[in-house]
């Protein structure tokens, strides 16, 4: 795909693969083209990727067929690995960037080789506390880092890092809940649990939800549950089958209406879903994925733990009745939900899109606050494109 000439500076984000990968990068993506940049955004094939960009239309999106090196995948790894890798060339040399940033995950690499190849300035973001194996490998080849959780900085082998926090969408700001409530066609007066796996759904907290619907007897919570693609019908059935009142949708795009209609959250606990919950002030009862690669979901919930900022249980020690009690500590208890929102407050990074955006400006010699524009697609003037 050859992008059309502009006089506009081209910055290039790679972030697909997961919603913890794609969404923040959005979030940087949008503030740059405040900036007067042209911003292309290079994702997956994965139908994650491709629905969550369909509202993005003032973002040239370029899809890279990389997969994931899982399973022992190594040959379509490599394949695909060399096929996104001269995608890239290909891109970068009909329009050179002058910056290519890296959220992360098996689409990040091939896009940051190809700008060191086309001189362009490069750069990368990981948010989680353990850095993934992408960016720990890629860490040697870009400018700046910048990071999510300050101990993240000390296992990238980085010339210069940058603790920035993790970008979240403009749309994650506090919302009536009865107004959230009403919008999905629950009571706007009854306590409200959200379940969410991240982009793809959890099966074990699937599972683990549906272990206490026998319990509930006549508590009049609601529920909005995102299950992902597998679970989607059986996860639906169970709350039609208790005669539940509940939101079943296997993938959810505006996710700021569903937790601002939530009292409390079951969550898994990458950074970008800890990142969000940060920014709405969310109590949650966080499971961190247990084979998260160097179990780093653990390490997160730790980290939110330890302030005072979530609860959580292990999902290979969580126990219906143990679920159903911390559920119920939270839905009852409006000094704890207090003391959680208040403690959420210190991981919330408001500018952190912001941050990243100025940075990649000043190192490709533009002006590093924002520029007055009509809407997200007017270029500013007083950038020097090429430069």
């Not at 990068?25 to 900036?35: H, N, S, T």
């Not at 992408?134 to 990238?156: M, W």
Request: aromatic residues 6%; positive net charge; contains cysteine.
């Amino acid at each position: 795909m050859n992008p059309p000439a502009t006089s506009q500076p081209y910055v290039a984000i790679a972030c697909g693969g997961t919603g913890g990968h794609l969404f923040p990068g959005l979030a940087v993506a949008r503030q740059l083209l405040q900036r007067g940049c042209a911003v292309g955004v290079l994702i997956s094939p994965k139908e994650v990727d491709q629905q969550a960009v369909q509202s993005a239309r003032e973002l040239e999106i370029i899809t890279l067929p990389a997969v994931a090196l899982q399973n022992r995948n190594y040959l379509a790894f490599a394949r695909t690995f060399a096929q996104s890798w001269g995608a890239a060339r290909r891109l970068f040399k009909a329009r050179r960037p002058q910056a290519v940033l890296a959220m992360g995950g098996f689409t990040s690499a091939p896009p940051i080789l190809a700008a060191r190849k086309s001189g362009a300035r490069t750069f990368l973001h990981e948010s989680n506390t353990i850095p993934g194996r992408a960016n720990r490998l890629l860490a040697r080849f870009v400018d700046t880092a910048f990071v999510g959780f300050s101990e993240a900085a000390d296992r990238l082998s980085t010339r210069h890092s940058v603790v920035s926090g993790t970008p979240v969408r403009a749309e994650f700001q506090w919302r009536d809940p009865a107004g959230c409530r009403a919008r999905f066609g629950l009571d706007p007066q009854r306590p409200t649990i959200l379940v969410m796996g991240g982009s793809q759904g959890a099966s074990g907290i699937n599972r683990l939800i549906l272990s206490i619907l026998p319990l509930l007897g006549n508590r009049n919570w609601q529920w909005i549950h995102l299950t992902g693609v597998t679970d989607f019908a059986s996860v639906r059935s169970a709350y039609a089958g208790y005669g539940f009142k509940a939101v079943v949708q296997p993938f959810m795009a505006e996710m700021e209406w569903a937790m601002g209609a939530a009292t409390a959250a079951v969550s898994r606990s990458g950074a970008s879903s800890l990142a969000e919950i940060a920014a709405l002030r969310l109590p949650s009862l966080l499971v961190p994925y247990p084979t998260a690669a160097d179990n780093h979901q653990l390490t997160n919930a730790l980290a939110f733990v330890r302030s005072g900022a979530a609860q959580m249980l292990e999902q290979k020690t969580a126990t219906p009745a143990a679920c159903l009690a911390r559920l119920e500590e939270l839905v009852a208890n409006e000094p704890l939900r207090a003391g959680l929102r208040s403690a959420l407050v210190q991981w919330h990074a408001p500018r952190a899109a912001e941050q990243i955006a100025d940075s990649i400006m000043l190192a490709i010699d533009c002006p590093a606050h924002p520029a007055p524009v009509v809407s997200l697609g007017v270029a500013a003037a007083g950038c020097k494109a090429g430069a």
